[in-house]
T-cell receptor
Framework: GAVVSQHPSWVICKSGTSVKIECRSL??????MFWYRQFPKQSLMLMAT?????????EQGVEKDKFLINHASLTLSTLTVTSAHPEDSSFYIC???????????FGPGTRLTVL | DAKTTQPPSMDCAEGRAANLPCNHS???????VYWYRQIHSQGPQYIIH???NNETNEMASLIITEDRKSSTLILPHATLRDTAVYYC??????????????FGKGTLLTVNP
């Protein structure tokens, strides 16, 4: 399967700061990338879907101005959590898919803690 | 809006087959069933997917009922490292060439020595 990396693997920041998380598809042209978040003891929740070169499509209830997604190339997508608050503390996971491929691969996740 | 129902937890003895059920009674004719698993604090790992035929790969087998309203994931010889949350997902068409995977609560499989 595809190798997907995320950086950083964990981050601690102060309330009010912005945090950028990178998702890289190392051996796979990711025409579509997804961002999920997972709160403790809960399932993954899809935040947004982005196609390379296009604006992301956000799920209902996810603020697009707070969670900025950039998918500028077939191998890189970034999620920026702007003005982070403690309630944004979560496990953020990216996922990649290429058109015509049935499989969707997930990254290892980034744990964000906002103090 | 997950379209699947799974038992919250199951136990299995090491070396025995683990059979994980999933109900997806509202599945549409062209929607695929996917199985992923998530080991604690890691990203989900793809296991297998199918439409209507039974499928097998090096990790598991997927048995889909003829009416497609339910399926069973079979791990033929469970090991301690198979302890994880297993998610049964119906892949939903979301417009254009896009599909999305919506995760439910999954089944926590615990493999015991």
């Amino acid at each position: 399967g595809a190798v997907v990396s995320q950086h950083p693997s964990w981050v601690i920041c102060k309330s009010g700061t912005s945090v950028k998380i990178e998702c890289r598809s190392l051996d796979f042209q990711a025409t579509t990338m997804f961002w999920y978040r997972q709160f403790p003891k809960q399932s993954l929740m899809l935040m947004a879907t982005s196609n390379e070169g296009s604006k992301a499509t956000y799920e209902q209830g996810v603020e697009k101005d707070k969670f900025l997604i950039n998918h500028a190339s077939l191998t890189l997508s970034t999620l920026t959590v702007t003005s982070a608050h403690p309630e944004d503390s979560s496990f953020y996971i990216c996922s990649v898919r290429t058109s015509g491929n049935w499989e969707q691969f997930f990254g290892p996740g980034t744990r964000l803690t906002v103090l | 809006d997950a379209k699947t129902t799974q038992p919250p937890s199951m136990d299995c003895a090491e070396g025995r087959a683990a059979n994980l059920p999933c109900n997806h009674s509202t599945i549409s004719g062209n929607e695929y069933v996917y199985w992923y698993r998530q080991i604690h604090s890691q990203g989900p790992q793809y296991i297998i997917h199918g439409l209507k035929n039974n499928e097998t790969n090096e990790m598991a087998s997927l048995i889909i009922t003829e009416d497609r309203k339910s399926s069973t994931l079979i791990l033929p010889h469970a090991t301690l490292r198979d302890t994880a949350v297993y998610y049964c997902i119906v892949r939903i068409y979301s417009g254009g060439s896009n599909y999305k995977l919506t995760f439910g609560k999954g089944t926590l499989l615990t493999v015991n020595p």
